[in-house]
């Protein structure tokens, strides 16, 4: 499967790893982003620059895209200078968390210039597409996905959700859910712990063995926050996004979010102390300050 000529919009923190896994495989890419710094090292490996999203559709079949919120993939699907404007495209692939109600509205509008949309949201972090170990979660026609199987698998670890459009946004919705609430309230349990006294790694080595342990204390604790450096790799404005819209599609279906929207309150609390470009790790430093003690390894 290599040699084929793909489209990327959104090369940037996530889009740039994934970006260049299809030209380690073999293929080539037109590439757009706003940010020319996105852009630059990938130009430097031989991507052609595209003007707007229209202008990657009308140089590839396939276009991925990996955007940070929902509005804005929509336009750069819909608008008037998005993906569905191009002349040669066939597949819109979204790799961005956009939610399930963005994903079907991108869906139908496509549905009308006979694009298949694709929902292919990833969980993983920078390593993960940086290292082609992704999980990622997939919901489009069946036939659809065996195509492009092949090709996703260059990122990692596909998953077929089912055919409905924003299927796969709500398994990554509930997954990053977890994974917020995971961090909340371990950021809790160590700040106590570190406020009555214990030492913060002897209660990482007693969690990460009994029931408590989770993917904040196996992973975000020992690399991000007992070292201090808040450098996890996902932002806090993106992981406040992210709950916020799983709130909204949980109301929609009638589902209560009681612990769901006290973790949206923290990661609230944390983006205005800290600013949407922080660490989510930062969520810590929020409860730290509250009880004046920090934890450190």
Same mark, same amino acid.
């Given at each position: ?95 961005? #968390? ?34 082609? #170990? ?10 659809? $996905? ?93 992981? $406040? ?32 102390? $800290? ?23």
């Amino acid at each position: 499967m290599t040699g084929k000529h793909f489209g990327f919009v959104g090369v940037g923190r996530m889009g740039g790893h994934m970006a260049v896994r299809l030209l380690d495989a073999g293929h080539t890419l037109s590439v757009f982003d706003a940010s020319e710094a996105a852009l630059e090292p990938l130009l430097a490996r031989g991507c052609h620059r595209a003007e707007s999203a229209a202008a990657v559709a009308s140089e590839a079949e396939i276009v991925f895209a990996s955007l940070p919120t929902p509005a804005i993939v929509e336009k750069a699907a819909l608008g008037e200078t998005g993906a569905i404007k191009g002349s040669k495209i066939k597949t819109f692939i979204d790799m961005s #968390t956009s939610g399930p109600r963005a994903a079907q509205r991108v869906a139908q509008g496509l549905a009308e210039k006979k694009i298949v949309a694709v929902d292919a949201p990833v969980s993983g972090g920078l390593a993960g597409a940086k290292n082609g #170990t992704l999980a990622v979660m997939v919901s489009c026609p069946k036939p659809t $996905y065996e195509a492009l199987e092949p090709i996703l698998k260059n990122f990692g670890k596909l998953f077929f959700v089912g055919e409905k459009p924003g299927a796969a946004q709500t398994m990554k919705l509930a997954n990053n859910l977890l994974a917020a609430c995971a961090l909340a309230i371990s950021s809790e349990a160590m700040v106590m712990g570190a406020k009555a006294g214990l030492d913060a790694q002897t209660m990482l080595d007693v969690i990460n063995v009994s029931s408590g342990r989770n993917s904040a204390t196996q992973d975000k604790f020992p690399k991000s926050i007992l070292p201090r450096t808040f450098d996890f790799g996902f932002a806090t404005g993106l992981s $406040y996004k992210d709950v916020c819209l799983c709130l909204d599609e949980a109301e929609s279906l009638g589902v209560p979010m009681i612990v769901g929207s006290a973790v949206r309150q923290l990661l609230a609390v944390t983006q205005a102390l $800290y600013g949407p470009e922080s660490d989510f790790t930062s969520i810590c430093k929020s409860v730290e300050q509250w009880a004046k003690v920090e934890v450190r390894g």
